[in-house]
């Protein structure tokens, strides 16, 4: 005979904290996180080493629930000449608020992710960062990293990778890096600074998984096809 378990939702919330403790995670922000964002004066307006570009313009758009405030990367596309379309894919841009080593830095660092729960969410971010100060909403002014890319009417990339050019200069340089996916191609990494995604292309990587913190070497860069490729070094 099966015997039924009844839980309250405060039960079901104490342990997904119970949990995320025993896997080595925060599932409360810090003290020092909450100081650090009562200092936070509002969005940051102006870029830290480069003049803006003003993209409000265009018709950015989201594949997030139409109520949801938490708006961390649009895109949006406009038309060119001999049916190519140019690709714009905005990420919110919360380093020009949140200094690298700070406080709200450490515990993202620390956790990685959002983990999701059936009673409760433990944000990878604080709720003021992530759905006002940093979030890309509609009607609002916020700064964001942008890609551009002018893909061809047969589906090919015309326009040399921004991030390939950014990295082409730093061959043999060691990154912090997450794996962000794996496909039939091989492991996806993405270094944190700056934020460039590419291959791991050599080393052992069955034991990676999607979140895994690793230490990664760029071993080669190919800026006309925007291949970036990493070997594992941790």
């Given at each position: 005979m099966a015997v039924a378990?009844?839980?309250?939702?405060?039960d079901l919330a104490r342990i997904a904290c119970e949990v995320m403790r025993e896997r080595g995670l925060e599932p409360e922000f810090p003290a020092a996180v909450q100081e650090q964002?009562?200092?936070?004066?509002g969005p940051r307006?102006?870029?830290?080493?480069?003049?803006?570009?003003?993209?409000?313009?265009?018709?950015?758009?989201?594949?997030?629930?139409?109520?949801?405030?938490?708006?961390?990367?649009?895109?949006?596309?406009?038309?060119?000449h001999g049916g190519a379309v140019t690709i714009f894919v905005a990420v919110a841009d919360v380093d020009a608020l949140v200094?690298?080593?700070?406080?709200?830095?450490?515990?993202?660092?620390?956790?990685?992710?959002?983990?999701?729960?059936?009673?409760?969410?433990?944000p990878l971010l604080p709720e003021r960062l992530s759905t006002?100060?940093?979030?890309?909403?509609?009607?609002?002014?916020?700064?964001?990293?942008?890609?551009?890319?002018?893909?061809?009417?047969?589906?090919?990339?015309?326009?040399?990778?921004?991030?390939?050019?950014?990295?082409?200069?730093?061959?043999?340089?060691?990154?912090?890096?997450?794996?962000?996916?794996?496909t039939d191609s091989g492991t996806w990494v993405r270094i944190l600074t700056p934020p460039v995604e590419g291959r791991l292309a050599f080393?052992?990587?069955?034991?990676l998984a999607v979140g895994r913190a690793l230490r990664v070497q760029l071993v080669s860069v190919d800026v006309a096809r925007g291949y970036i490729d990493f070997t594992r070094v941790d």
């Amino acid at each position: 005979m099966a015997v039924a378990s009844h839980y309250e939702r405060s039960d079901l919330a104490r342990i997904a904290c119970e949990v995320m403790r025993e896997r080595g995670l925060e599932p409360e922000f810090p003290a020092a996180v909450q100081e650090q964002l009562r200092h936070l004066k509002g969005p940051r307006q102006e870029a830290k080493a480069a003049p803006l570009h003003d993209l409000t313009g265009l018709p950015w758009c989201s594949l997030d629930n139409d109520d949801s405030r938490d708006l961390d990367q649009l895109t949006a596309c406009t038309p060119q000449h001999g049916g190519a379309v140019t690709i714009f894919v905005a990420v919110a841009d919360v380093d020009a608020l949140v200094e690298q080593g700070s406080p709200i830095d450490r515990h993202a660092w620390h956790n990685t992710t959002a983990v999701y729960t059936s009673a409760r969410n433990f944000p990878l971010l604080p709720e003021r960062l992530s759905t006002d100060l940093s979030s890309l909403n509609p009607h609002v002014e916020r700064l964001a990293v942008v890609t551009e890319m002018l893909i061809a009417a047969d589906g090919t990339l015309q326009r040399k990778s921004e991030a390939a050019l950014l990295l082409q200069t730093h061959l043999g340089q060691r990154y912090d890096a997450l794996v962000t996916g794996r496909t039939d191609s091989g492991t996806w990494v993405r270094i944190l600074t700056p934020p460039v995604e590419g291959r791991l292309a050599f080393g052992n990587d069955d034991d990676l998984a999607v979140g895994r913190a690793l230490r990664v070497q760029l071993v080669s860069v190919d800026v006309a096809r925007g291949y970036i490729d990493f070997t594992r070094v941790d």
